[in-house]
């Protein structure tokens, strides 16, 4: 989305919110939801006690979030012949691998919700096998093979996943986007973290509070790295602003409250999948035999 069609859209929005809250002051961004955001109505108490109708089944097999790359030499969005293909996507590139947005040099996501799974994949560049979840004890029945993967008696390999819930600026708006990071990348993720839980707020009793997990947004630049093994594009976080001076009305804040819950009630999940070209993680094809899985 260039420039003036990010501010006729935002101008657009400001006037709905004018329009709906005549009392209000406009904050400076509205947020969205979605890009499909319902306008505001009033919700009487016959349909309030239709909330939620019909969902009462919906688990997290049922919700996907989808996922956020950055593009890599082997990435099928980057190979013309492949149906992945987007046309000016470049090396390097953030990738929406569900909308195939693209998003240049740097996205701004406030993290939401964070998890650890251990991942199995077939071998022989069979494809996804097993969502382990967080029990790290499958690490257990697993040997260290000679590029440091773990692998099971059977030949199949458990990857530690950080996973990463946020939500993603889009022009005007946020959306909840999936960020699993693997190998080498684990030690991105860390250093993450670490900057996360570093940070609490002082309260004018001078008492110290800890803050969650999306009090803040954070600019991940992509950045190269390699090792021995090659060489592939990763990503650096800086400290952006704080989601209370984006938006003061807390709206911001509540969406974020909402994606935690839904991902802490098992409502939605993250998209890990596996095509024909090898098994992947965030749309970046790999073999069984590499040593680090690119972001």
């Known amino acids: 989305m260039n420039e003036e069609s990010w501010q006729k859209k935002s101008l657009q929005h400001q ?33 309030q006690k239709m909330q939620g109708m019909g969902a009462e089944n919906v688990s997290a097999k049922d919700v996907l979030i989808p996922r956020l790359t950055i593009l890599q030499k082997l990435s099928p969005q980057l190979a013309k012949k492949k ?29 939401c919700h964070f998890t650890t799974a251990y991942i199995e994949w077939g071998k022989n560049r069979s494809g996804l096998v097993a969502n382990h979840g967080d029990n790290a004890s499958i690490l257990k029945k697993t040997a260290r093979g000679d590029k440091n993967q773990n692998i099971l008696p059977n030949g199949n ?8 819930y946020c939500l993603l600026q889009d ?23 670490t900057l996360c839980r570093t940070e609490s707020v002082q309260m004018p009793d001078g008492q110290l509070w800890k803050p969650p997990l999306f009090w803040r947004s954070w600019k991940l630049v992509a950045v190269e ?46 998209e890990i999948v596996d095509d024909d070209s090898g098994r992947t993680i965030n749309g970046t094809a790999t073999s069984v035999d590499d040593k680090d899985i690119p972001f």
């Open 83 to 111: 149906a992945e293909y987007i046309d000016g996507a470049e090396l390097g590139d953030f990738c929406n691998v569900a909308t195939g947005d693209v998003y240049k040099e740097a996205v701004l996501v406030i993290p």
């Open 15 to 47: 006037k709905e919110y004018m329009m709906n809250n005549p009392n209000e002051k406009p904050p400076n961004e509205i947020i969205e939801v979605h890009k499909t955001s319902m306008p505001a109505m009033h919700i009487d108490a016959e349909l």
């Open 157 to 164: 390999v458990i990857s530690e996943t950080a996973q990463w």
């Open 225 to 270: 790295d390699s090792n021995d093994q090659g060489d592939w594009i990763t990503f650096k976080p800086e400290k952006g602003e704080s989601v209370m001076d984006i938006d003061p009305s807390r709206q911001l804040l509540r969406m974020c409250m909402s994606f935690y819950e839904d991902v802490k009630g098992n409502i939605v999940r993250g």
């Open 171 to 193: 022009g005007a708006s946020w959306t909840r986007i999936f960020i699993p990071l693997t190998s080498t990348n684990l030690k991105h993720s860390r250093k993450w973290m």
